[in-house]
């Protein structure tokens, strides 16, 4: 199996701060990568597919990219409804795997 | 609007058996693969399985960790995903989450429901 490798497991951080996540497989998956958000309480989201391309109706402050082993998540400016866990995952190989979660705290 | 609402969850002994549904609406559900990912209380996601199109042949993949046990199906007329848990195990307490790919030219999880809790206890 390929195993999703996240960093920081937790970080904090204020409105308006740029943040950035990063996410590391264990063998290359190309751009078969994924990003998704999960407030407390509610149902993950997607937030960015194949590595870089912007999922409908998520703002632009959300960028990916990276490709192979190596990938990152940035938000521009923090804003308070981004305080959530971020989750990677590698859509590539069976079985797909997710990373162990970021969470965003103020 | 699409909607994913699952249903069948509770509370249940160990050793028994369960079926989760996930109705589908808002699009077109037998043009998309079918999923279920769990997350055990204060823990990450885990990927449990899925369903392909009939299109694409219809059939199961499921994690080695539940191969077995787990029964992926679908019912295109009814636009509706199941799950059957056998032999349940204290460690298939989660919250289990239906979510559909529909993404064109690759794999990722663009719709998810608001999941339905197990709770697996004697």
């Known amino acids: 199996d390929i195993q999703m490798t996240q960093s920081p497991s937790s970080l904090f951080a204020s409105v308006g701060d740029r943040v950035t996540i990063t996410c590391r497989a264990s063998q290359s998956v190309r751009s078969s990568f994924n990003w998704y958000q999960q407030r407390p309480g509610g149902a993950p989201k997607l937030l960015i597919y194949e590595a870089t391309r912007l999922q409908s109706g998520v703002p632009s402050r959300f960028s990916g990219s990276g490709s192979g082993t190596d990938f990152t998540l940035t938000i521009s400016s923090l804003q308070r409804e981004d305080f959530a866990t971020y989750y990677c995952?590698?859509?590539?190989?069976?079985?797909?795997?997710f990373g162990g979660g970021t969470k965003v705290e103020i | 609007e699409v909607q994913l609402v699952e249903s069948g969850g509770g509370l249940v002994k160990p050793g028994t058996s369960l079926i989760l549904s996930c109705a589908a609406s808002?699009?077109?559900?037998?043009?998309?693969?079918m999923n279920w990912v769990r997350q055990a209380p204060g823990r990450g996601l885990e990927w449990v399985g899925r369903v392909k199109s009939q299109t694409a042949g219809g059939t199961p993949d499921y994690a080695a960790s539940v191969e077995g046990r787990f029964t992926i199906s679908r019912d295109d007329s009814k636009n509706t995903l199941y799950l059957q848990i056998d032999s349940l195990q204290i460690e298939d307490t989660a919250v289990y989450f239906c979510?559909?790919?529909?993404?064109?030219?690759?794999?990722?999880?663009?719709?998810w429901g608001q999941g339905a809790l197990v709770t697996v206890s004697s």
């Open positions: 979510a559909t790919d529909r993404c064109v030219g690759t794999t990722c999880f663009d719709y």
């Open positions: 995952q590698q859509s590539g190989f069976l079985p797909l795997t």
């Open positions: 808002g699009f077109t559900f037998s043009n998309a693969w």
